[in-house]
């Protein structure tokens, strides 16, 4: 509370003075924009061979883009929690998207909202539980819908709103800066999307653009997975094996059914479990239309199809959905960003783009995420601040989802809590990258057994090599150099060349799980096994 008077107080003090002295000290609003399994690659300031984002682009040239970002566990709601809480999943206790989250924590918002600031947050939160720290919200339940999605607000209620989610979300958010927002005080809004997590509906408009698009394959599409362990064999997120043909990829399920497939029963109950029921009489037609088309042309071509073109089928499916959303997604993005700019907001407002963890687009053959290799480990990253940071920079710091939290606080002046694992990005965004000092990004994934069945591992990654150890029901290590095999097809664990680099990386690695205090390296019998496994 005492900060909200010594910054009222300021600005008050401050009125009186001149209004360059106001801007100095005027702490930045926070725009926090977080999209859902958004891979870089459909990002076009990383990658342009398969869409053009130019609103997402905006906010990387007209400040930092970060090359080389990734998440410390690569699934939806632990790394929520960690943004919130600038900590890894055995800290903040959100291992998994199954185990509730410790309300009882202390998130930023927290402590933006006990600074002063006026704080808001629309869209998908993902906690099955309602944030603290924010004055206001309005949050998908769960996992939320695409189409006239159902949102909870601060008294509970539960709220339908027809239309489509990305533009929904957006509409709240301007809605909000326009009629709530009090220019008395900075704010912090948390701007979450929904898009493009799966099963990647998009608006009527985009789906019909989309689906009649052609995009260009990854060099491995057709991974085998012969180099690599039995992690990489066994998960379940091929898009050929496991991809569904009605859920997913919208191909109505009786005609899924007449060509002999054995249909999942989330195929079968296609209309019952997917987007489609949500839909007005007026939408299920502009819908149904385009997946009548799609139908037709599976029908036709699927019986003469081998596997490798039925993948390839599949795959241009896939991409068609998943990018019409995205088009979505940055066109609202460049809504929001041109409020700021119309209303005299962009100098002075950090805007920060980014995704909860990558995703596959096709790379090894999957889609998902889970995995430590780089399209789910890295995320995309980007941050705006005009006043402060200058237009045009990129950084291949390792910096991780949880210096959020850490970047932010300290952005705004407010102390940051000592328990938090994250790093203040600053240093980097000030052009200091020498005070930036992290070698190694650690990550450690444990939702198994469950769905895409990936097995727990942890590991870290340094600019040029990634050593993983995957456990529970396997013992078994990876080593990529990441040089050498971008795309990580050939593990180089058995290479003899490569066994002094793993004696160094596995030192680091277990100084890094000491340093973050991840529980098994501190035990004996971990520490003895770990010792027997570098006289290996
Ligand atoms: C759902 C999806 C999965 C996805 C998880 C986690 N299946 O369960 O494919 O991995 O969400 O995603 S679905 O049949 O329900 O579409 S996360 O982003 O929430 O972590
Ligand atoms: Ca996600």
Same mark, same amino acid.
């Given at each position: 509370m005492w900060r909200l008077f010594a910054f009222l107080f300021l600005t008050a003090a401050l009125a009186c003075a001149s209004p360059e002295a106001e801007q100095k000290v005027r702490p930045p609003n926070i725009l926090f924009i977080l999209s859902d399994d958004h891979a870089y690659q459909a990002i076009s300031a990383y990658d342009?061979? &398969?869409?053009?984002t130019p609103n997402i682009d905006r906010i990387a040239k007209q400040g930092m883009l970060f090359l080389n970002a990734s998440v410390s566990n690569s699934i939806c709601a632990p790394s929520r929690a960690t943004i919130l809480t600038g900590k890894h999943s055995h800290m903040h206790g959100k291992i998994d998207n199954l185990t509730p989250f410790d309300t009882s924590q202390v998130t930023f918002p927290m402590l933006f909202q006990e600074a002063g600031y006026q704080t808001a947050m629309f869209g998908k939160l993902h906690f099955g539980n309602s944030p603290k720290g924010v004055d206001d919200f309005m949050i998908l339940p769960g996992q939320g819908h695409y189409i006239n999605p159902d949102f909870i607000n601060k008294k509970g209620e539960r709220k339908q709103i027809e239309g489509y989610v990305t533009d929904v979300i957006t509409d709240l958010t301007l809605d909000w800066l326009a009629e709530k927002r009090n220019p008395d005080q900075p704010f912090l809004m948390m701007y979450m999307h929904k898009a493009p997590h799966r099963s990647w509906w998009p608006r009527i408009d985009k789906f019909e653009k989309y689906s009649k698009l052609q995009f260009p394959e990854p060099a491995n599409l057709f991974d085998d997975y012969s180099e690599r362990g039995t992690a990489a064999k066994t998960a379940e997120m091929n898009i050929l094996d496991h991809m569904l043909l009605s859920y997913d990829c919208k191909v109505m399920p009786e005609a899924v059914k007449s060509l002999g497939v054995i249909p999942d029963p989330r195929d079968e109950n296609f209309f019952k479990n997917n987007e489609f029921y949500r839909t007005t009489e007026e939408q299920r037609k502009g819908y149904q239309a385009i997946v009548d088309s799609i139908t037709n042309d599976f029908v036709q071509q699927w019986p003469e199809m081998d596997d490798q073109a039925k993948m390839r089928w599949k795959h241009q499916r896939y991409l068609q959905d998943y990018l019409g959303c995205i088009e979505s997604v940055d066109d609202n993005v460049g809504r929001v960003l041109d409020y700021l700019e119309a209303h005299g907001l962009a100098e002075n407002t950090i805007v920060i783009y980014m995704s909860d963890q990558g995703f596959y &687009?096709?790379?090894?053959g999957w889609f998902d995420k889970r995995f430590m290799y780089q399209e789910s480990f890295k995320t995309p990253l980007m941050f705006r601040w005009p006043k402060e940071v200058k237009a045009g920079l990129k950084s291949k710091a390792l910096v991780q989802n949880l210096d959020i939290a850490p970047t932010l606080l300290a952005a705004a002046g407010i102390d940051i809590p000592e328990d938090i694992q994250g790093q203040s990005m600053l240093p980097l965004l000030n052009g200091n990258p020498e005070k930036w000092d992290r070698d190694a990004a650690y990550y450690h994934y444990y939702e198994y057994p469950a769905e895409h069945t990936v097995k727990r591992h942890y590991g870290i990654a340094t600019e040029r090599f990634k050593l993983i150890h995957f456990y529970y029901d396997v013992d078994e290590w990876e080593l990529y150099d990441l040089q050498n095999d971008p795309n990580e097809m050939h593990n180089l664990y058995y290479d003899d060349a490569y066994q002094d680099t793993i004696i160094s990386l596995k030192v680091k690695l277990a100084e890094v799980r000491r340093e973050y205090r991840d529980g098994p390296s501190l035990d004996k019998k971990f520490l003895n096994d770990y010792l027997k496994t570098l006289k290996r």
């Open positions: 342009t061979s &398969l869409i053009r &687009l096709g790379e090894h």
